[in-house]
């Protein structure tokens, strides 16, 4: 019985792992397609329209010290000039997106 839950333990904690990995090579797809036109590859706002609008570093304290709900909603909802993605994209790529800007953080 000890071996069985062993085994059962190794295999949940390997589908977690990959279900990790899965899940940020996602949302860097997401990023890639609807926010780095504005945003960079690095997320810095070192783009011709990053620069043009003034745009924020999103690994910046000013990014990172704000709620995941309040970037949830600003995702979603949109922030001038940025438009809203409810309804564009998925609630979980909108997650997947607030966690892939975490990992932006100086």
Do not use: W
Not at 52 to 68: E, H, I, P, T, Y
Not at 85 to 91: A, E, L, M, Q, V
């Amino acid at each position: 019985m000890m071996k069985f839950i062993r085994a059962s333990m190794v295999v949940m904690a390997l589908a977690y792992v990959f279900s990790s990995v899965c899940f940020a090579a996602d949302a860097a797809e997401v990023y890639k397609a609807k926010c780095s036109s504005c945003h960079g590859a690095d997320g810095k706002g070192e783009t011709t329209m990053g620069k043009n609008l003034k745009l924020k570093d999103l690994g910046s304290a000013d990014v990172q010290n704000k709620s995941d709900a309040d970037l949830t909603a600003i995702i979603a909802d949109g922030k001038k000039p940025m438009p809203g993605y409810k309804g564009k994209i998925s609630d979980e790529d909108i997650s997947g997106l607030v966690k892939y800007i975490r990992s932006l953080k100086k």
